[in-house]
């Protein structure tokens, strides 16, 4: 695809998205999202948004589709590949606003969260509980960018890595249609795996919404 590069008209239209505190163009916040911590080169984004639901990611993608500007998911900006860096500039969706905790189900060993949730944040909520998440890449992640790297650590060895953790994901596809894959069912085989398809795909195929 051609991108377009962001003109003030298009700045003006993603700002009339979210409020006006979940927008920017400010030099300092387009360099805390211009790089992760591998050694890749920076790349300033040309704005940074922040949604707070399903249905603004879903708009915010719907208009980048429309005016032709990139976009790159943002989670904690931890990454050691590069991945999250915004190499062709554009517009930065940064999740850590999407941060709630929706429901904890701990007779089913279930947790539904929003993308932006931090790990060990959730992990901190389920210590009462007896479970935990246990991918456990050492960063303080977000659940969101650990399932679009598939990110693992020590405890994987035994309890799988973060592709064994996830029952169900509602994603937003560019263009932002939202479809939801996988099911809350530990065992079931209907279907093509899709749920498989997205964990790993390093934001280049939607943005996980609610798992
Ligand atoms: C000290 C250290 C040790 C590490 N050790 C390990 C290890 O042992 N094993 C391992 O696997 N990893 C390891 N990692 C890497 C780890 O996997 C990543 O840091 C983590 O997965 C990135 O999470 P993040 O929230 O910071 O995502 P980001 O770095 O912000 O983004 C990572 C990717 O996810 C995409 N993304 C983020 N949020 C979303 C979303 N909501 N929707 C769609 N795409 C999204 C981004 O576009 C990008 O492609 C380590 C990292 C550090 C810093």
Avoid at 117 to 146: C, H, S, W
Avoid at 172 to 199: N, P
Wanted: hydrophobic fraction near 40%.
């Amino acid at each position: 695809m051609r991108f377009s590069p962001m003109t003030p008209h298009h700045v003006e239209t993603f700002r009339a998205l979210v409020s006006p505190d979940r927008f920017s163009t400010g030099p300092s916040v387009l360099d805390l999202h211009a790089g992760d911590q591998s050694f890749h080169l920076p790349r300033r984004p040309e704005a940074v948004i922040w949604p707070v639901n399903r249905d603004e990611v879903g708009r915010i993608l719907s208009v980048a589709q429309k005016l032709r500007i990139p976009v790159t998911a943002w989670g904690a900006g931890t990454s050691l590949e590069g991945n999250p860096i915004p190499v062709q500039g554009g517009l930065v969706v940064d999740f850590t606003r999407m941060n709630r905790i929706l429901d904890i189900r701990e007779a089913d060993f279930q947790a539904d969260v929003e993308p932006g949730v931090i790990y060990q944040d959730l992990n901190e909520k389920l210590k009462f509980t007896g479970l935990f998440f246990p991918p456990d890449p050492g960063a303080r992640a977000t659940i969101g960018g650990m399932i679009a790297n598939n990110a693992s650590g020590p405890h994987t060895v035994r309890y799988g890595s973060t592709k064994d953790c996830i029952l169900r994901l509602a994603v937003v596809l560019a263009g932002g249609r939202c479809i939801e894959v996988g099911s809350r069912a530990a065992k079931t085989a209907s279907g093509y795996d899709l749920l498989h398809l997205f964990i790993g795909s390093e934001g280049t195929l939607a943005q996980p919404d609610r798992f």
